[in-house]
Structure formats: structure tokens, C-alpha cells
């Protein structure tokens, strides 16, 4: 069977609260055995209700989720979550107030000797760099040890996938992508397979080797990283991930788009008609600082971003423009500075008259 | 009907996996707990007869009369000295006023019935009050007027003595809950301080003052000891003639639905003033400064709390004091220690069962996130606003029929004899008790559970666990503090209880607050003072600790 090759298989999945529209609509994912995925996006885009549908928290309406090839939910049918042997950590890691953190981790190891209870337990703190802090109760951890516990927690029982909600964004920002490198280390030292969710990008970039970025209820591209920000399939995607603008443009003989800043050359992948007009993605590193350059733009604005500057840029004919310059060249606002295109992916799609997206 | 509202217009979660036995289990309680009042309400239609129509044309416009006076009388006093207490404890600095604003609620420990046993044996003819004033001028019987406590405005006042803390407490939280800077305005804006009260406070808490006298107003309803006692007709002694001595199961039911009428409007108020006052704005975060008083306001100030305290608790528990320890029961001793014994052993079982029952329907309600469960759970905490002696109705109406009916078929099919399974034990008194004050520990384990994150069954289940084994092993240990709570108080309201009790309790099987009010009955005032005492030596512990903390709940550890 196909399913038998997935850690997990989610597949047309539908869920919607009652009176108001779906919050997941056509939602496909499919996980192979270690890998670590993402689901990515704004708030509302039904991300958690994903999740919570997978941990079985959450009833799906329709479709079907299946883990290591066995259903655990369709039409009509749900398991549990205690039957589904699945690891969660929440988003307030929900570490039981009333066990210190040694019984917070041996809780979910009911089948097990005393002893040998306290063996696992000890052996996941030390693994999640918490050794000998079992006595300590919630209150007594910070923030950081606190996620780790919940890790620990989530990983004892060895479940076949572990879903994280969230699980850095109560952390300063620090400490959080320092966790998120190290929970992945863990991870993949122990061959899990995880899913992940966040509206963080850098969170998910860290952490994830697949990442989707999800719009209504439905994943819009499911990428690597690198992908997802170079190679978007759609503007919802483009301007998601990463920053940048859209610039209109024409496209041109010779898989060209032609632009009020110059011509661009090969669009790969963007099904060009001569003469159909685009909308041109432009990344603030697209954008380069050229003070010999013909092409003019005023400072609108400044933001400092210590090795660089980001630089909102405003053409002579009033089109916003970011650029990424390195920051030794501090410029003042109302300045014009010379600009030119040096664009490495064209990304770019089709522009409809009056379509917004 | 709250529960519907609260979930109307936000997503409403979907039912969560496995959940379907506690919803039903939590729904059938409800169902169970809100059953006798049906009972008493299906009696509306069954005509009422000649009994009936006599008690129409006779008594019942003296009981509606009567107890619309009292209500009345009630509520206005019970506003005004909650009113002027709370404004003086929120606004004004004096020595003691930290230890006075919890201190006001302890009328609260002390049954109506028992400060009118003492009121009583204090200013009777006889009483020491009055004997002491005609040694001092001289005067002999029929020289000079003095106000009969055993009257109707003689109630009134030991129900606004005792029951004023519902005011208090709620209005108290008002005025601390309003920014300083609104009465400031009103000051900025030419008026004096005590027009800025009139227009500007009084007017915001006028919510909270409201929903805290319907409260005392049910309480005043409920009461049976106290209207009985000083021969005041009402409602609640109208249905207990009718059912005890006139034998009109029928006329009862249909006196306790009037009676349930004039609640039912007061809940509705209650409800409504509750659901305005939550649009008030938030505390600020500003620490309020209080006016530091000296001199005559100081004095005044402290009058206007010590007052209400002396009357609704002090003098009353110096002068059952002072009579139990001049003469006291006299039986004291075995008797009294069997007494205590029943009370102990009701309040506990029925502590015990309400404590259980609530966490099912608590948690049931919870985990299935069912608005069915919902809404019954607040059907059955309706029980609470019901007097007792309308439940007493509604109970024993059908218990007695299913005694008959369970006895015939036990004799006939067997042949044995079982007497009274149901209203000859603890059985249907226990029931009453449940549905009485189930709201009690429901309203706590409520509380309890809300403080607990969903994300911790969520978490529980993630690692294994059944709805079952979640409750016993997550949500009981982090709760426990709520559960002793709400023990505590279900144990206080049912050592209290008189009416149900009263018509309830099997054969012999006396309690304090029964032996209390027979020996008052008896004129045996002195005798009634021990058990008296005692009813509110047990409710004294748990209601300080409830007060301090709802006085002070930075104070209180979350459970």
C-alpha cells in the first residue's frame, strides 16, 4: 500500500466549527519516516486546527489521516488521541503543576516498572540537557526549561509522530532560535518524525525540513526553505515568506519580463506569453546600491538591521521598492540614492486586470 | 440559559473524542436534581379543590401580603447597610477597617432563626432588656411602649442583620472596581463629595447592590425558622400548613409554585444586574487612596461598620453565649452529642455526594464541551434559589408514592415488609439536600476546573490517557484545594438547613437546627441556645476562610 511509506498521511481533510465557514478545506500533507515539517502561516489559516486534527484533539469532518499507514481518522471514525501514540508539546507547554519535572516526564510511561519508569525519565532529561533536575516543579523552571521538559515529556513514550504548537513563541527571540537548532538536533539524533506549527518563519526554517505555508485551510506550497522564499508558486507565498515587493511588469519575447527598471532575463517555470502583463517579485537583496547606477529612488524610510540597512525606496513615478544595503552606507531620508536590479530567481505571475491576488 | 448566550457568535469547539458517556452521566444528574421542582410545577394544573379554594379566599392574600413586606423591607434595609458599609470599607482609612472588611460578612455564619431565638429571649417582656429599663424608671407592665420583636418589621430586621454581607461583598468589589478618577471628575466638575456619591458611584454599583439584595430577598423566601417562629404568615410556613396539618399535598405544590413565581422574578433580576455590571470598566491599575479620617468622621465611620457587625453577630452570639453557658440544654451531654452526630453525618454524606456529583457534571460539561451539558448544569444550580420547603414538596410527592408502590410489590411479590425505603431514611433527605445546595459545589468545582488550561487534558490524553484517568490523575490533584471549598460550604448550608429538614428527616432522627427550633417553639429559649451555638461554631471557620479570601484573594493560593 501506498500509505505504508508515510509516518504520516493526511489526505483531503475537512473540519469546520458549526455555523461558520471550513477552517480546513482540501488539506493534504504527507510526512516520510524522520522527517521534521512545518506548517507555516498567518494566524486564522487553520494551522492549529490542523494539528489538533492530527493529535485527534479535533474531530475532522471529512478526509482521512492515517499514522505509519494505520487510520486513525476518516468519515464517521476517529481513535483517540491516548490510542493514536502520539507525543504533543503545547504552546504553554502544559507541564502538570501538582508533579515535579521527573513524574511530568514518567507520566505518559504507565506500562512500565517504577524503576525503570525513573531510568527513561532521567535518560530524556539528560537528553533534553536537563540532567538532574527532576526535583524541580513547573514554577521553579524558566521558560527555556520549562519547553525542554515538555519535549522530554512528549518523547518518553517513544511516540510514532510528535506535534509541536507553537512551541518556541513564548521565548525571547534569543533563546528561541538557539532551542529550535538544538530540538531539531534531538529530533533528528532520534530518528522522530515531527510536525511542527508556527507563523514564524525563521522558527520554521531552523527547525523544519519541509515547510508548508498554509492559506484557507489548504497548504499552498509544501518546499524546502529555500524554495519557499526563491521559488514561490504564488503571490500569497511570495509575500508571506521572506520580504519584498511586486512590481508590474510585461513579458517580453524570450522568456523576458520587461520593467520601468530595466529588462529581466528567464523567468523559469512562469509560463510566459509575449505581452502578458506580471507582477515581478523584487526581494530587498534584489535590489542592490549602485551610486554610479542611471536608475534614481528616494529614502522613504530607514530601519537599522546592524550589518544592514532596509531601505523603502520610492521611484519617481511613486512605486515602493525595498533595498537591502550593506550599512556603512548610512543615507538620510529624502535622499536619492542610485539603484540597479541584480535578480537571481525571476519570480513572477501572471497579472489579471482587477484581480487582487 | 447563560451557557447558550456566552457561546453565541465565537466558534464553538467541536465535541472532543470519547466523551459521550460523561455528557450523558453529567445531563442524567441534572436531570435527576431538577425533576422534583417539575413535580411541583405539573400540581399547577391538577385542580385544586375545595381545600384549595378556601386557602384562595382565606390565607393566601395575608402570605403574598406578608411576604411581598418582608421582601420589600429586606431589600431596602439590606441596600442600605450594605451600601454605607461598603462605601465606607472601599473608600475611607481608619484603624480596623482591614480587619472589619472581612469581619462585615460574618453575619453571614448566623441563621435568621437563631439570631430571632436570641433577639427574642434578649427583649421579650421578661428579657433583660426590657426588665433592666423598668428597674432603672421604675415603669411596670403596660407603662411603656417597646417594639415586639415577634412581629413581621420584628423579621425584617433579623433578615437585613444577617443577610446585608450579600449586599456588602458585592458592592463592596464595585466601588473598589471603579476608577478613583470617576468620583474625581465628578468632584472636578463642582459637585461635593457626597453629590459625587449620589450621581456618580452609587449609579455605577447600582448593579451589584442590586443582584446582592435579590439574594438576601431569596434567602428572606426560603426562610421558614424565623417567619414560623414569630408567627408571621408567609409563603413558606403557608405551605407547611397545608401539607403537614392540613393534609393538601395539592395546595402545598400550589402555594410553593406562587412562591417559586415571586423567585423566579428575582433571579431574573439577579441575572440581569449581574450581566450589566460586566460592562463596567476594569479596575485601573492606579493603587486607590483612601481618605484618611480622623476625629468625628473617624468615629462615624467606625460606627457605620461596627454597627451592622454587633447587631448581625456580636450581640446575638454574646446572648446565646451567655444563656448556654447560664443553663444550656440541659439534655447536654448524650443527647447532644447524638445530635451533633446526625448533623455531622447528613452534612458529610451530603458534602461527600454533592462534591462527587458536581465534578461529573463539572467535568462532563468540560470535556464534551457540549452545550446541553451546559445549560442543564445551570437548570440544576437553579435548586439553590428554590426554598427548602417547596423541594420538601417536591420530593416527597413522588417519594411517597414510589414508598407505597415499591412496599406493595416487595409484600406481595416476597412478602416481606420494608417500610419506607425512601422517606423513612436518610434517602429522600439527602435528595433534598442535593438539590438544595448542589449549586454550592458546583458553582467552586466550576471555578476550580476553569483555572486548569485545556491544554493539560489535552496534554494528559496526548500521553495515553482516558477522560477517566485524566480526572484522577491531572484535574483532582491541582483542584483539591476547590473540592475541600466547596465540601466545606455544602457542609455549612446543610447544617443550617431548617425546612426541609424539618418536614424530611426520618422518624426520631433529630438535628441541631431541629432541636433548636423545637426547643424555641417550646419557649425553652435558654435549652434552644447550645445547639444554636454550635450550628454556628461550625459555620464560623469555614466562612472566615471563604471571606478573607474573597476579601483579599491576592492572598489566596489558587488550588
Redesign the interface.
Known sequence: MLLMSHALDVRKLR?S??G?PPVLEGFDLALAEGEIGCLLGPSGCGKTTALRCI?????AHEGEIAIRGQVVSKAGF?V?????????V???Y?????LDAMDNVA??L?DHARAERRKRAAELLALVGLPGSGTKYPHELSGGQKQRVALA??LA?GPQLL?LDEPFSNLDADLRERLSIEVRAILKAQGTTALLVTHDQNEAFAMADTVGVMRKGRIEQWDTAYNLYHRPVSRFVADFVGEGVLIDGLASEADGIDTVLGALRHCPGCELKPGMPVALLLRPDDVQHDDDAVLKAEVVKKAFRGAEFLYPLKLDDGKQLLSLVPSHHNHAIGEKIGIKLHVDHVVAFPRAEGADD | MQALESTRGA????????TRSWNAAAVAIAIALAAPIAVVASNLFVPGGQAWAHLVATVLPDYALNSATLVVLVALGTTIVGVACAWVVANCEFPGRRVLEWALALPLAMPAYVIAYAYTDALQFAGPVQSGLRELFGWAAGDYWFPEIRSLPGAAAMFVAVLYPYVYLLARVAFLEQSPSLAEAGRTLGLPPWRAFFRVSLPLARPAVAAGAALACMETLADFGTVSYFGVQTFTTGIFRAWLSMGEPVSAAKLSMILLAFVVVLLAAERMARRRARFHDVPSSRRRSRMELSGGARAAALATCIVPLALGFAIPAAILASLALQGGDGQFGARFATLAANSFLVATITAAIAVALAVVMAYGARISRSPVAGAMNRVASLGYAVPGAVIAVGVLIPAAKLDNLLADALDALWGVSVGLVLTGSLVALVYAYLIRFLAVALQTVEAGLARI?P??E?????????PAETLA??HL??MRTSLVTAALLVFVDVMKELPATFVMRPFNFDTLAVQAYNLASDERLAEASTASLAIVAVGLVPLIVAARRMVRPEESRTG
Request: charged content about 20%; aromatic content about 8%.
Open positions: 473540519f466549527y458549526p461558520m493529535a485527534g484533539l479535533e474531530a476517529t483517540p488521541t491516548e490510542a493514536r501514540r502520539i507525543g504533543v503545547f504552546q504553554d502544559a507541564l502538570f503543576p501538582h507520566f505518559g504507565r515529556r512528549a513514550p506535534l | 466558534p464553538r469547539p467541536a465535541p472532543r473524542l470519547g488550561t491544554s493539560m489535552d496534554a494528559a490524553r496526548s500521553l495515553g490517557l482516558g490523575r491531572v490533584p491541582m
